[in-house]
Each structure stands twice: as structure tokens, then as C-alpha cells.
């Protein structure tokens, strides 16, 4: 089996020192050694640089890389390849600054079944992240920014931290295959529940957490011993199948009495065949997370080849909702690499109902702040490069356990910048939507895009820009 | 008993028939639920104080995420028995199917007769009894609590353990991957023997094998921040 | 991603009736599709064809066609053919026809019209039928309660990764193999290449349907010399997925699960006769009483319920 490849061979040599395996003549103090000078330099386009410091890294460690953030991979095609078509004579515009623009957004009521739909004020909620991949006051201040402009939050998969349910107004509980601290209670007082395949970061794995953040809580909260690398189950432990899933979301229904909506969150992978089934399965909301998506840690070969668009995945899946007659009873939320109100009226044009943010909240805490700019240099990163979250060593306190480290989100500052950021954000969509003649922002679609390259309309089917056709098959 | 509660399952939708459960159950002790007929989902989210037997077989995940009620299950129950439960006591009568016991964080699952794969997947705490086998992958990835088989073990038995135990008296077909047996000491053995004691089930014969984890799958590679600063 | 369901009777009673309730139980694991295998009172002599037409405006045409490839094979029908009367764009047919001088030839040409007129299956006893929609949907369009026979096979889908359409529904036949027919739960993760294997090997595929393959698969390990047991055996080791399927012959049943124990199975034996569902409680629709179910949950599991081997 390839599980164990420290088999019994013995070289006819004695084992080279570590020192000499890792490079260690010569190598530059201070940088490892994994990463040459020539770095940004330039040279071979096949084997660049960072192929270069790939092989090495690899060579040294034995194991793939594993970080946070979200993907490096340069080749997507992405919102900036979209641009918004306004009304011009053909169409009336509305009044930027003085007419209104309706944003309230419903998940989970359009099959009848619950009591309880999530009625949000703005077409935007914060994505799940764990406690443990955030600091507690990271999830608090999430939760009270979101409050505040009446919007929601999501656990993530650590189980529920207490400070965040009584911040949230609106908390999305997420069931993930591990399970952490599921129980009954959680249950009932959440205001949605989430059953979690995949997430767009690391399709087709499950959750990873190393053990400088398994803090004495994290490590309570989820059962597990302190300090262990924890690599989460992806199956979840009881369902095998989606035909079996069907009768798990009856359980859970049961579980909640009928009174608050199921999501199934999953990576953006074949969404067009994943969220038809999804859909039929039971679910209310789907939720597609698309390859951009961010990660407290991932192996980085997850990161950035794995997964499909954005952009695209909210198509096939939208596209998929209609086939099968679910567009209208299960609603559909698009998340991964969104960044502004601009990108978020791309995903409702696109046909998401809803979007959900998580690096870019991490970002509005403080995330790559310029701030403590010692730390980020011990971490070998800078300020808008940062992506330790996997090292637990944050210097702005965000994605940490180390109480030194937390201390410096504050949670009152925190909840501010997020509700604004999520303000900004809404009066942008709506901005947008008013420039289109739209009184209400789920009323934007695909005409009020075009595509300003092939790719982006090959991937989504959107017109391009100046001769009004989507690229054809 | 006299005032035991009657409900019958047939084919009702059960979402009614779990309704009728919780409703029943804040005024009667004990509750017999009849002609089952294996249907999934009954009796979910039992609270703590009442008494429910199951007649005949059960499907899925009967007694999931039960916070105290003692269950009976006459014959067989399906997949995920007393998943994600948190106290309580579940008695199988036959066999448990798949994942008994998933993610279970406290009280005891009872099974008279053999066990399904997975038993005790992911299960944070509580106890698991099986008079007869065990299946597959027995403890996948369980965090805590334990499962005592007085039967044998199937193959990859305790696979990739956290901190959970896996205690089997019989044949083990294989271990799974990080899985070790220790001998277990006098004490550890009093403890289980405590669990057995009020099931009438202690047997100073037996010969135990106490699989816990070789710890090999805790760390990635290492718990020095420093060994993943290379990215 | 579906229910799948056997049942064997101990002499010739209504079949059909069984397995729609058996499907009908599972609905909830699929509805996009339901189809059955049903295996009635054999022939003689000739076979009885089960087809499915896509465009019911060009019926007669694609009769004339069909009727006259027959021809070129030596054979003829031996009755006037019968198809459902709904007002659906799709039609089913149901033939009976002498012995084409070679089977696999003939099917061969007959697909070479498979766009328009697909043949589902062909046997001496077996009759596939299959539709879009839930158990009783379809039941009732094609009769299927009424079918009597010895045994047969069910399926209810729920389509993953191949379109939803009547023909892509189970059960399927291992064409060119009269008589052999699969119903399959779970995915087969080294589909293509498999089937393009098989296909250089000059067999053909119908359908996108991953299903389709362990139809043929199992057919081609057995006309290589194994037994069925042997195939099915080998099969666990050589199909990458997760899956229980079963595959039925004029003999009985056979079934193979995957080396993950994923995908369940259970089964009665009983009053000389043999029911097998992917839930249990499909199973009390058979056998709402006291009945004693083995569940196979284990993984790399097989098995053959033979028809001869019930005792009563």
C-alpha cells in the first residue's frame, strides 16, 4: 500500500544528516531553503521558480505542502472577466442615490416544508469557518457585525461556540462529517442547519486543523487530544450515498421539528450533476462553493488544482436547479473568492439567490492588515501576502489560538469594520442593480452581463462583450 | 405497567408518528411502538424519563440523537442506531446494522446480537456493548468512550483510533491502520467490567484485547509551528 | 445512487406485484426513473424483445425497420407486436420472435437503430420494463402489477452523473446475453475506462450510464469461461466504486458488493421463497410479519440465491 512508503529498505550508506537533506550548506540565514533567491526573478516558463521551490520543498519534507488562504493558481477565469451592460436607451435606469432597491432574501422557504425560512436583510452572509480555524473573537465579532445589518453566520464545522450563537441573530449550524460536538440542543437552537460534503478550497477531503491550533477549547469542543493534527473523516459517518442522505435530512427535520431549512454545502465540482441531487435528496438551500474558496489549511495541491470556477459552478448549478424543476423550491448560494458588492451582483446575475463570504470577512477582521509587521515577517510574509492561517500564527489575531495572538482582534472594532464592510458591499450590488433598471437586486440576470474574454463566456454562457452572442458550441 | 402508551407505526407519515412519540412521552412513562414494519427514523431526539420499546425491527438511525430515554428494539435496527446520541440506553435486540453508534457522545448502546461496519464511527464518548461480532472498521476514527465486543471483530477493527478503546474478547479478523493492542491492565479491566456489570454480562474468562490507537495518524509530522513555515 | 431490489418465488405467482411494492418502498432513494426485470413463465421456442422508440410519430416506421433486420437474420415475429398506449413521445414495445440465427449478430443490427428503437432486452422468460418516474408511475403505465413469473429484479434512480431518460433507467440487459439483466446502487469510479476497453473489445454501450457496464462486464467474464461466482467475485477485485449490484439469469440471482461495505443489502429467505432490497423495510412490504433478515453490510461480499435451492 502506498500508505506507508518508509518500507525496509536501508540505503548501502549511512542516512544523510537532516542538516544535509535540508539543504543546510550554504543556505542563505534566514530564508528557507526551499525557496531560492531567483524567486522572483523570472527564468524557464515550465520549471519557474516556484516549480523549482515546489520540487525542493517536497524533497526536503517527504509530504506535500499543506497552507491556508485560498488558491494561488493564476488561471481562472474570474469576475473581472464580467462586466455589467447598465440601462442605457433600451432600458430605464433607476435613481442611484434616491430610488430604492429591494434586497431582502429568502433561503429555504420555496418548498413549504419549515416553519422558520432565513429571512435575510442583504443578499450576503458570512461563510462557515470554524472556531478553531478563527479565534473566538474573530467568530464574535463576525457574528455581531453580521447582526447588525441583518445577516447571518455559519458555525463551520467546530461545533457551536456559545459567543458567536448569542452574537448571531441568525446562526447557520453545520453538520460536517466529523461531527464536533453535535448535539440535540446545537441542534435546535440554530437557525439552519448545514450538511457539508465538500467545500471549495479542498473538494474530496475532509477538514484539516493543525495542532498549534488544537488549543485546550478547540480541543474540548471537538473531542480530540490537544495539539493533534487534526484531519477530519470526508464521509460523513452514518449517510454513504445521497440516496441514503434523503432519509438522513428526514432525521434531521424530525431533530428540528420542521422548523428551520437544511443546506447541504459542497465543493464546486460537477455541481450540475451534485446540486440536481442535492435538490431532489430534500435539501432547501444549496450551497456551492466554488474553487476560489478559502481554507483554514489545506494540502496545497487541493488549493490550487482541484475544483471548478466560481463563476461557472453557479451556472451549471443554476442550470441545473431549472432542469430538474428546483429553481424556485431550493435555493441556491454561491460562495468562493468573492471579493466586493461588484462580484456578488455577478453571482445574483449569474443566478445565485444569496452569496456567502469567508476570506473576504477574515479580511474585513483585520486579515492582512499592515499591522505588526514584525510577525508577518518572522512568518517569511508581508501584509497582503499573508496566508499562514494554517501555522495558527496570525499576527493580527484572527485565525489563531494563541492568546497573545487573539488579544489583538478586538471584537468590538471587529464587528464594526464587518457590518460596514457588508453595508459597502450591499449598496454596491444595489448600485448596480439601479444602473440596470432593477428595483430589486434578485432581479439581476445574465443579460445584464457580457463576457470580456472567450473564456469567461465559454465557462458560463454569458454574451460576449460587443457582439451580443455567448461563445458557441 | 398499566398506563404504557400504544402508538402505531404502519405506514403513517412519521413525522406524525415521531410527533405522537414526543407528545406521549411528557405524559407516560412508557411507550410500546407498534408494527414498526423496519421504517426509518422513529423515535429521534428522545428526551430523558421515558421508557420506548420498539416491536419487531427498526430502520435508520432509530434513537439519533437521543438525550436520555431508555430505548428497546426487539429485533434488528438499521443503519446509524442512536447516531449523535448524548445520553440514554438503546437495547438492540438482533443486529445492529452500519454505523451503530455514529458520533455518539455519551450513554450506552446495547446489542445482543452482532454488529454492522463501522460501529462507534466517530463517537465522542459512551459506551457500545455487542454481545455477538463486530463488523468492519470497527471505531473508525472514534474520538473517545468505548466498544466491547464479547464476539469477535471484523476486519480493520479500531481503524485509525483517536482516544477511543476498542475492547474484543474473540477473534480479530484484522487491525486497522494505527491500531495496537495493550494488554490491558487490572484496573482497565474492573472498568469495563463495570460497564458489563448491570447487562449481567461479566465473564472473568475472557480473554481481552484492548486496541487503542499507535498514535502514528495524530501528527501530520510534527507539533513545531516551525515545520510548517516552509510555505 | 438508488434502491435496488430481487425476488425469487418458489413457483410461478405474481412477481410483479412483489417488486413494485419492494420499489415503491424505496421510492425515496429515487424517483427519476424505476424500471423491472421480470422473468416469466419461459418459452419453448423464440424470444420475448422489450424495446423503447423515441419519437412514437415514426412508430410503424421503426417497426418496418426493425421487423426487417429480423428478417435478415432468419427470423420473424411470432406475434403481432403491442405497445403502450400513452400519450407519452417515447413508446415501449413489446415483441415476440423467432431465434435469430446468431443472437449477438442480430443485436448488433438491430442497435444499428438504436437511436430510434432501442431493444431493452431479449430472453426466453426476461421482459425489462422501465419508464421515467416513481414505482407506481410506472407500474400502472406498463402493467407491471399483473406480471407473473418466477423472479425478477427492480430498481429505483436517482440519476448522478448520466441523463435522466426512460432508457437510462435499470434494470439493464447484458446485451447480446438473452436472459441476463443488472440493477446496480452506488458509482463506478473507473467507468470509461472500462468501457472503452470493452468497446475495442466490439461491445456496445447504449447508454452514458455506468450501470450498463457491469451488465456487460459480468457477461463478458462468463463467456470467457467463469462461472458467475467467479465473476462476481472477480469483479469486486477489478471495478474501482462503491457498489451492491445484482444480476439475475434464468437460474436465479447473483450479487456483489464492493470491498468498501458501503452500499447496503438486505435479504429473506422464507417459505421457500428469497426477497432481497437495499432497505429493510422495503422487505416488510413482503414480509410484514415475523421474518428473519440477514443484512450483508460487510464489505467484498457475493453470493448466488439459486431458484432451485429455496427450501420451503
Known sequence: MADDLNGTYHYPFPEAPEELVKFGDGAIEGRPAGVPSSYDEGGSLRWTPEAISEVHALAQLGRYQVRGYNTFNKRFPTFDDLTFVPATMTRLPLEGYRESCDTTTILGGGRGLVEKPLELKIPIYIASMSFGALSANAKEALGHGASKVGTMTCTGEGGMLEEERAASNKLVYQMSPARYGLDLDHLRRADAL?????????????????????????????????????????RHPDWLGADDLAIKVEELRIATNYQVPIFLKMGATRPRYDVAIAAKVGVDVVVVDGAEGGTGASPELLLNHTGIPTISAIRAAREALDECGMSGKVSLVAAGGIRSGVDVAKCLALGADAVMIGNAAMIALGCNSPRYLDDYKKLGTSPGACHHCHTGMCPVGVATQTPELTARMDVAAGAERVARYLTAMTMEVTALAKACGKSNVHNLDMEDLRALSFEASAFTGVKMAGIDRAYGW | MSSRYVIEVGNRHIKDVNEEIQAAAKAHHSLLVRNTLSRHNLGIGLPKGVDVAFEGSVGYYCGGLNTGAIVTVEDDAGWGTGEGMDAGHITIGGYAGMSAGAAMRGGTIHVRGDAGPRIGVAMKGGNIIVEGKIGSQAGFMAHAGKIIALGGAGASCADALWQGEVWVAGEIESLGVDAVVKEPTAEQVAEVDAILEPLGLVDSARNWRRIVSGQRLWYFESRDANAWLMI | MCGIAGRILGKVGDVGTDLVELMDAQAH?????????????????????????????????????????????????????????????????????????????????ADTICHRLEVQSVGKSLEIIKDDGDARTVAEKHGVRGMIGTHGLGHARLATESAV??????????????????VHNGQITDYYNWRQRLERQGYRFLTQNDSELIAVWVSDQMSKGMTLQEALDHSIKQIDGVFTYMIADTNGIGFAKDRFAIKPLATVQQDGAFCAATEEQALRRVYPGRAKIINYDGPAKTGIWGRGELAA
Not at chain 1, 486543523?209 to 474540548?220: A, I, N
Open chain 1, 194 to 234: 448545514e450538511i457539508v460534503v465538500g467545500q471549495g478550497a479542498k473538494p474530496g477531503t475532509g477538514g484539516l486543523l493543525l495542532g498549534m491550533k488544537v488549543s485546550p477549547r478547540v480541543s474540548q469542543m471537538r473531542t480530540l487530544p490537544e495539539g493533534v493534527d487534526q484531519r477530519s473523516t470526508v
Open chain 3, 29 to 109: 432513494r429515487g424517483s427519476d426513473s424505476t424500471g423491472f426485470a421480470i422473468y416469466g413463465i419461459p418459452r419453448e421456442s423464440g424470444f420475448i424483445v422489450r424495446a423503447m422508440g423515441f419519437e412514437r410519430a415514426k412508430l410503424g416506421q421503426d417497426l418496418d425497420d426493425f421487423h426487417y433486420i429480423l428478417k435478415e437474420h432468419g427470423a420473424d415475429f411470432l406475434e403481432n407486436p403491442t405497445w403502450d398506449n400513452s400519450g407519452d413521445k417515447h413508446y415501449s414495445v413489446r415483441m415476440v420472435i423467432s431465434e435469430p440465427g446468431d443472437l449477438a449478430r442480430w443485436t448488433r443490427e
Open chain 3, 165 to 182: 431518460r426512460p432508457n437510462a433507467s435499470h434494470p439493464f440487459w447484458a446485451r447480446p446475453f438473452a436472459d441476463v439483466a443488472i
